[in-house]
């Protein structure tokens, strides 16, 4: 049988005798106490699996003790069988209230005691696995819900992301369609001299086009790591690639009328790209530090090569140079 320690609590010298010789003989271990005080503290320090209790005793009785047992977190779950001479209907419907779970009639029959302690104890390691069991149950409900939590703050988060995005595509939409009309508009007046404020309106809204390409990339290099959001946003990308190349075209036509040195033709940010370029910046290198793709920046190196008439990254460098020097 598994290894049960019982407490006995008996004033009876002769009793506790008996009734601890029967439980040892069945293997079972028996701790004593002669008083409900006593029985309290062998409770508490002694943890046992079940507790045999008589119910008249000098001091508090076997009522009052057991009243204790079950009002102490420590005690509350230890069945306890009262022990009494007693028979009477009301003494046991009392005894259950206070929250024993059965009697035995002195004198003690050793075949009744073994036969209950054993049911009891078979009971109690059910409650006690029942509980453990309830217990892990709950661990994995509370782990499920707080992974649920964490599943529903992320779809949140890439709710949050995508209309991000898509506002950014939509300001870059209603950016580029301005842009477009001014551009026409600035190419027909400069044909009559009049493109100097039209001009500096397209590069107005030029300036908001590279912004909101920025912007739109950081929120895509913060949110690329998920694999949630990938499609979305290469999605995203599409649309704001094409955007980026229609605003370096745009910046290439508003130049279009720059005289002198071809260096003045060039736009902000091809010249952005021309200083670090010049300073031995990688494509990588030249994306990540004016917030741009690493196409966008191919398309910069090529119009660059085309407006000063080279063919190759080292021949523009030393135009540049040589242009520079010049001025």
Request: charged share 30%; net charge negative; aromatic share 2%.
């Amino acid at each position: 049988m598994e290894s049960h320690t019982v407490l006995v609590v008996d004033d009876n010298p002769a009793n506790l005798r008996v009734v601890v010789s029967h439980l040892q003989a069945y293997g079972l271990e028996a701790i004593t106490a002669r008083d409900g005080e006593a029985g309290l503290e062998r409770a508490r320090r002694g943890r046992p699996s079940l507790i045999l209790l008589d119910i008249e005793m000098p001091g508090i009785d076997g009522y009052e003790t057991c009243r204790r047992l079950k009002s102490d977190a420590a005690t509350v779950e230890v069945p306890v069988v009262f022990m009494t001479v007693r028979a009477e209907t009301e003494d046991k419907v009392r005894g259950f209230d206070l929250g024993a779970v059965d009697y035995l009639t002195k004198p003690i029959d050793a075949r009744e005691l073994l036969a209950r302690v054993r049911t009891h104890l078979e009971l109690q390691g059910l409650r006690a696995r029942l509980a453990a069991q309830n217990e892990a149950l709950e661990e994995r409900i509370a782990e499920r819900t707080r992974a649920l939590e964490r599943e529903l703050a992320q779809s949140e988060q890439l709710r949050r992301e995508r209309e991000q995005l898509l506002e950014m595509v939509r300001a870059q939409s209603d950016v580029m369609r301005g842009l477009t009309r001014d551009w026409l508009e600035a190419r027909r007046a400069r044909d009559q001299g009049l493109s100097t404020t039209l001009k500096e309106r397209v590069s107005a809204r030029l300036g908001l086009v590279h912004t909101h390409l920025a912007q739109a990339r950081r929120l895509i290099g913060e949110a690329a790591a998920r694999a949630e959001v990938e499609a979305h946003l290469d999605t995203a990308m599409a649309l704001l690639e094409p955007a980026a190349d229609s605003a370096a075209s745009v910046e290439g036509h508003l130049d279009d009328d720059a005289e002198g040195s071809p260096l003045l033709a060039l736009s902000a940010r091809e010249n952005e790209v021309l200083d670090l370029l010049v300073d031995g910046s990688s494509t990588k290198e030249i994306a990540w530090s004016l917030g741009i793709a690493r196409t966008t920046v191919s398309t910069y190196r090529a119009r660059l090569m085309e407006k000063l008439g080279v063919d190759n990254v080292p021949a523009l460098i030393r135009t540049v140079l040589t242009l520079r020097d010049a001025r």
